[in-house]
């Protein structure tokens, strides 16, 4: 078990990167999908946030950091993670309470953390990864690091105070941050037109003196492209940019719900927006994959699920005896 | 949350059905859900009928699909989840998909995955069963309750160290003045009060008692023991006598007023008049009144008015050829008498006491002091 | 043994300017920290020492900053965050009681959060109910931070030192009347650390055990040298740290005294202090008692603004010597 290899730059500036492009958002898919099934046999604990149709997001924005850039995630954070290089098997083992998962059974689906890919954690608060991130790049900054924080939060972060107040600082110290904001429509069932009175979130970046751009969430080349000019401009020293990547969950809140506060249409409507497929064409078009190549890549994704799967079921279950011993970090001599 | 209630299908065998169509919708305690086909496929069976109640894991629908699957192998005892889940899809053949995973999908609450808790089951022992003497010295309070092996008097204010102190050198805090504000015995009444010799002879008297062995009867808290009466005397001189002993320990008699049962069988069975206040009049009276009313009571005749009011109660055996017996406590009732002879036609009286009220050391003063009245 | 009298704002200061001395990742940030000096000139001239980059003037946001510091500290820093007032931590608690005390633990141990926060508390300046209170309970009853409330400067400088040092989130509450008094003892020079967790015998008698927290351990001491003068002899006990708290102390005077009094400054229903008597009373040495256990705490209502209610509102030095003479009087 460890950290998967990261590839950086362009989806399609060659094979390898299309396939890196492709292979991580049907891990994300597939990783998710997995979940549901193993949610629905009774086998997972506590609760879930699926990120079906949001893989281009993460995948896009990962591919222009390294593995020692940092970020901050959300409850709805599984992606983030997996886009970072996380060990599957160890986020499967977390999911199912084992002793070999990420936090040791102690934290669950939301509040997987991997300091080996600079993953500071998911978060269970709405915004709790904001201020943290900004202070993930105050670090950076401090010690000439040369990395870059990049915050993952959707929609309804963006109305809470932690953004407003960690947006501020970024700016105002012209921190190596990225406010990346998966724009879904939706905080659970309030949407953004009844959320925001205003239609363009990336207007928000004007009032704190920093880029706001929007880009097409469900295109991981766009996407790419987008951060990779906010990580030049952070690294240069430029300060923050505010990314709102326009996608969709497919799925329900959490576990799922009855849809009340969206229409079947509009779901349907997401769904031919499929992030996948439509890398997939362009891949195929622009002579960077076969359709054979494609096929494999998504096999092999499938195929890393299960086996993650496989041995994270097999493994000891989390032993509450530590539980006392965890609460602090030892205080070295 | 173990089940999930089924509301309603939205689908039909035969449907071809599109991954994220509706298939059905559940209803838990957490949550109403809809849920939704994992792939493309045909509807082949539906399993359960709206309203029924499913357990998590189990089959609501199977569907038919040749989109692959993803087969997780759970090895051992994940593994009859599967069996009645996702069998493995063949190679070309459309592959059976059950739904039922997806079903109750947004609540299932596994065992949370910890070592397990064993819960050994725990023997209450009975409060008095192993009845420690108690040592209860002419107390003021009636009904001292023996509950544990130390003086606990939970009644009476102490702060933690006299108790302590009290339990240690063998003091019943009820004894001690308090000076402490609320009336409360501070450590230093207890450290300066003397034990009270009747309390030092009462404990010596307790231990020689046990000592000797006391018969437990009925595994309850009462015991007996006996005293051979040489003195000769009648019902009406036993009831006086015994009544006069009761109302010397109104701690023990409990009651407003001394009633002394006295069992008389008759060919209507036993009957149980009740003499009321018998030492507050004069034996010759008494003895009137034990007389008619033995009679009456041997033809079925007790008066209403002396079927209640027993405090105690006295047995006869002397007709018997027995010399004790050990009865078990009328209700509310704190100590019973036989009477009886021995194996050299002397008279023998038993005495049964309520351990939760009483001590040996009672019972024997009792005993002592009514013997000597006699 | 050196004879520096400081008061505590100077003795904090002395701290922080050693361990920014002794660890490059040791950065102070918050509300008027820099040119200002801090609200209570803690700070002092530490940003004309140490510069802008690591004496960080903040705007006035709380959350973030407090987020900040954290994800600084995940980040291989060691931000020493002021809070102006302990009141105004109440906009930063996600960031304090969901992500700081809980990252280490809830991540599996996979990050750590070397934190300390530092804000004033406490009443008797006149500032009325939001910027008055005494927050020990808001803190103590999160697992996963620490907290210290220091009495003294000299025991300010070591325990600051400590918390600098430690791995997890610390919360150090300095009561600011405190700030501009010189301590009874000494500040020593150097860097030598008191630990976490390690309670403090102020004074040792045989009558009574007094525990106190914070400023009511210099109020409790005043007590104990007057009624030292007629014959009542008092151990007090500063816990220092009341998360962890270190209770063997406590066992072991009342052990040899039977009385217990506790007093602290903030309200008495829920307070800190009742920890420190439930601890008692589960304990072994419960039997050692030969009176109840007698608590001072403030009244149950928000801190008022004139003088005569402020001081009505919590314990004073009388209420303190009378409680302290009741208990030995009518406890023997």
């Known amino acids: 078990m460890s950290a998967n290899p990261l590839l950086m730059g362009h989806p399609l500036s060659s094979t390898e990167h299309a396939r ?44 222009a950091l390294t593995i020692q850039d940092q970020i901050t995630s959300t409850h709805r954070g599984h992606g983030h993670c997996i886009a970072k290089g996380a060990d599957l098997t160890r986020m499967i083992a977390e999911l199912l309470g084992k002793e070999i998962g990420y936090c040791g059974g102690r934290g669950g689906s939301m509040h997987i953390a991997d300091v080996e890919t600079g993953n500071l954690g998911a978060n269970g608060v709405v915004g709790g990864g904001i201020p943290i991130a900004a202070g993930a ?8 690091k040369g990395t870059v924080a990049v915050s993952f939060f959707g929609d309804g972060a963006m109305n809470e105070g932690a953004f407003h107040e960690a947006a501020n600082l970024a700016a105002i110290w012209k921190l190596p941050m990225i406010l990346f904001c998966e724009n879904n429509k939706y905080g659970m069932s309030s949407s953004t037109e009844k959320a925001f009175a205003i239609d363009n979130l990336a207007d928000r970046g004007k009032g704190y003196g920093i880029p706001g751009v929007n880009v097409n969430g469900n295109d991981v080349v766009e996407v790419y492209e987008a951060a990779q000019i906010a990580v030049d401009r952070a690294k240069k020293g430029e300060g923050p940019t505010l990314i709102i990547a326009e996608t969709y969950r497919w799925k329900g809140h959490s576990r799922s719900d009855k849809n009340l506060y969206r229409t079947k249409e509009e779901i349907e409507e997401w769904r031919l927006l499929d992030p996948i497929p439509k890398f997939i064409a362009r891949a195929i078009k622009q002579k960077k994959l076969t359709q054979e190549q494609c096929d494999g890549i998504q096999q092999e994704a499938t195929d890393a699920i299960v086996a993650a799967v496989n041995e994270a079921v097999k493994a000891k279950a989390a032993d509450p005896a530590g539980l006392l011993d965890a609460v602090f970090k030892k205080v070295s001599a | 949350m173990e089940t999930g209630e089924l509301l309603l299908f939205h689908v039909k065998v035969g449907d071809q059905v599109k991954s994220g169509d509706v298939l059905f919708e559940v209803m838990t305690d957490k949550i109403d859900m809809e849920v939704e086909a994992p792939a493309d496929g045909v509807i082949e069976t539906l399993v359960g009928n709206p309203g029924d109640v499913i357990e998590i894991g189990k089959p609501v629908l199977i569907m038919l699909t040749e989109t692959e699957v993803m087969a997780f192998d759970f090895g051992g005892d994940a593994a009859a989840q599967v069996e009645t889940a996702a069998p493995t899809p063949p190679p070309v053949a459309p592959a059976p998909v059950v739904a039922a995973p997806v079903v109750v999908a947004p609540v299932a609450p596994t065992p949370p995955p910890v070592a397990p808790v064993v819960v050994t089951p725990v023997l209450v022992a009975p409060v008095v069963q192993p009845v420690a003497p108690v040592i209860t010295p002419a107390p003021i309070v009636a009904a001292p309750v023996v509950t544990a092996p130390k003086i606990v008097n939970a009644s009476v204010k102490a702060v933690p160290k006299a108790r302590v102190e009290a ?80 109302r010397g320990r109104p701690d023990i008699a409990v009651h407003q007023h001394v009633g002394v049962s006295l069992i008389i069988e ?18 010759e009276e008494l003895r009137t009144l034990v007389t008619t009313t033995s009679d009456a009571a041997k033809n079925g005749k007790v008066p209403i008015a002396m079927l209640s009011g027993g405090t105690t109660t006295i047995f006869d055996l002397t007709t018997y050829s027995m010399s004790s017996a050990t009865p078990l406590l009328f209700p509310n009732q704190v100590t019973s008498l036989t009477i009886g002879y021995d194996s050299e036609s002397t008279k023998n009286i038993s005495l049964t006491i309520d351990l939760n009220i009483c001590d040996f050391y009672d019972g024997a003063l009792l005993l002592d002091a009514l013997i000597a009245s006699l | ?73 995940l980040s291989g820093m060691r931000p020493i965050v002021e809070i102006q007032f302990s009141d ?4 930063a608690m996600d960031q304090i009681a969901n992500q700081a005390a809980k990252i280490h633990f809830m991540l599996g141990g996979a990050l750590h959060v070397p934190m300390v926060l530092r804000t004033p508390q406490g009443s008797g300046t006149g500032a009325a109910a939001q910027h008055s209170q005494n927050l020990e309970p808001w803190f103590a009853s999160v697992p996963g931070l620490k907290v210290v409330v220091p009495s003294n400067p000299a025991d300010a400088k070591g325990l600051l030192l400590a918390a600098i040092d430690d791995p997890n989130p610390v919360i150090f509450l300095e009561h ?36 106190a927290t914070g400023i009511m351990v210099n109020k409790s001491y005043e007590v104990c040298e007057k009624l030292a003068a007629e014959g009542i002899s008092v151990t ?97």
């Not at chain 3, 105004?88 to 906009?91: G, M, V």
């Not at chain 3, 600011?176 to 650390?193: A, T």
């Not at chain 3, 008022?304 to 001081?311: D, G, I, N, S, V």
Request: proline content about 6%; hydrophobic content about 45%; charged content about 20%.
């Open chain 2, 167 to 246: 339990a240690n050198r063998g003091i019943d805090l009820r004894t001690v003045h308090p000076t402490g504000p609320d009336r409360t015995i501070t450590f230093s009444d207890v450290n300066s009060a003397q034990i009270d010799p009747a309390v030092l002879k009462r404990q010596a008297a307790n231990k020689a008692l046990i000592a000797k062995g006391i018969e437990m009867t009925r595994g309850i808290a009462q015991a007996s023991f006996n005293r051979r009466a040489h003195a000769n005397f009648d019902h009406a001189q036993l009831i006086s006598a015994w009544a006069k002993v009761l």
């Open chain 3, 88 to 91: 105004f931590t109440a906009q």
């Open chain 3, 1 to 73: 043994m050196s004879d520096r009298m400081l008061t505590m704002a100077e003795a904090v200061r002395e701290a922080m300017s050693i361990a920014f001395d002794e660890r490059p990742e040791v950065f102070l940030l918050g509300e008027d920290v820099g040119i200002y000096g801090g609200a209570f000139g803690v700070s002092g001239d530490m940003y004309h020492r140490y510069g802008s980059e690591r004496v960080l003037d903040t705007p006035i946001a709380e959350l973030g900053i407090v987020g900040a510091a954290v994800g600084a500290a």
């Open chain 1, 20 to 63: 890196h492009a492709l292979l991580y958002m049907c891990r994300i898919r597939k990783f998710e999908e997995a979940v549901e099934d193993l949610f629905g046999r009774g086998m997972m604990h506590g609760t879930m946030h699926l990120s079906i149709g949001q893989e281009a997001s993460p995948t896009g924005m990962c591919m």
């Open chain 1, 137 to 144: 790049a105050l670090a950076s900054k401090m010690m000439k």
């Open chain 3, 236 to 332: 007090l006990i500063d816990p220092r740290t009341i998360s962890p708290l270190d209770m063997q102390p406590v066992y072991e005077s009342v052990e040899k005294t039977g009385r217990l009094m506790v007093v602290q400054e903030g309200p008495a229903h829920a307070g800190f202090i009742n920890e420190v008597i439930a601890q008692m009373a589960g304990s072994s040495s419960f039997g050692s008692l030969i009176a109840p256990i007698k608590r001072l705490a403030g009244m149950n209502i928000p801190i008022p603004y004139a003088p005569q209610l402020e001081k009505a509102a919590v314990p004073q030095i009388e209420d303190i010597e009378a409680a302290a003479r009741e208990i030995v009087k009518n406890w023997r």
């Open chain 2, 266 to 283: 008759s060919k209507y069975g036993s009957a149980l008049p009740v003499f009321r206040d018998p030492d507050l009049i004069s034996v």
């Open chain 3, 176 to 211: 600011k009347l405190l700030y501009k008094i010189p301590g009874r003892d000494p500040v020593p020079e150097g860097s030598e650390r008191i630990p976490l967790g390690v309670a403090k015998v102020v004074r040792e008698g045989k009558d009574l055990t007094i525990v």
